[in-house]
């Protein structure tokens, strides 16, 4: 019986991977490179030194704007997901009108109306003028705080519904046979794995959120939007105070997509 002769196994082909001196990232790389000296040296950077602190405590506004509007949203959030997914017919119809009628109108004219709005109707009360709560009412930021809470919840809200409802029955099957009762189920299956399944979408919702903060600005909350704005008005510059407005929400922007891609990658994955 003659030998079968094997043909040698080819090895297979490793995957180029482009180079970053390739051609066209050359031209791109001279371009930014170029405009970025052209925005460095024509145009005027010294009222920087001038604004620093107004423009770094204009950022930590926004950023407390921010993360309390979302912290407080999420849970109001995860309250309208479980009444659409498992409250009463009653309940279902209320949590779906508000999250219809939040997104359903602009987040300005929410602001305006809590503002301009409920803030008129309070100065008639002198109970209200008044109280305890007065010294906080009269000024801008409970009204944009409310609004951006109020609009985050109901934009996750809907998301927070679509993550509760499609958490497998199955899970939530073996816990109880298992023996938990209905908080622990919640609190330790139900929660947890929709959260998992919202948290790419509240990444997205969070940097949009971030996007919202300077319409708080109109109702003359000073965040680094309202300190952008007195820079124009005081400097009579228009590209370079809206150029740094740019790189720092980008900063910021950056930053959150990399808290959130850290969360994303500590979550287990099936192989």
């Given at each position: ?86 409250g009463p017919w009653w309940l279902k119809w209320l949590a779906n009108g508000f999250c219809s009628i939040i997104r359903g109108t602009p987040l300005l004219l929410q602001l305006w109306l809590l503002y301009y709005g409920l803030g008129s109707i309070f ?149």
């Open positions: 019986m003659s030998e079968q002769i094997l043909a040698p196994v080819a090895p297979e082909p490793e995957i180029a991977r482009e180079s970053l001196l390739m051609p066209h990232r050359i031209v791109l790389m001279l371009v930014f490179a170029a405009i970025l000296f052209c925005v460095i040296y024509f145009m005027r950077w010294d009222w920087v030194a001038q604004y620093q602190g107004r423009l770094i405590a204009g950022i930590g506004r926004t950023l407390a704007m921010l993360f309390s509007s979302a912290a407080v949203g999420f849970v109001f959030a995860v309250l309208l997901g479980i009444a659409q997914v498992a100065a008639q009360f002198p109970e209200i003028r008044s109280s305890f709560l007065w010294p906080y009412l009269r000024q801008a930021w409970p009204y944009g705080f409310a609004a951006l809470t109020i609009s985050f919840a109901a934009y996750e809200g809907e998301v927070m519904r679509g993550a509760f409802a499609g958490v497998p029955r199955g899970e939530l099957e073996a816990a109880r046979a298992y023996g938990m009762g209905s908080w622990t189920t919640f609190r330790r299956i139900w929660l947890p794995r929709a959260v998992q399944r919202a948290l790419p979408t509240l990444n997205g919702e969070t940097v949009l959120q971030l996007k919202a903060t300077p319409l708080v600005a109109t109702i003359t909350v000073v965040d680094v939007y309202g300190v952008i704005s007195k820079v124009k008005q005081d400097t009579f510059l228009t590209y370079e105070p809206l150029l740094l407005l740019a790189l720092i929400y980008i900063i910021l922007t950056g930053l959150l997509v990399v808290v959130f891609r850290y969360f994303e990658n500590k979550i287990p994955v099936k192989m």
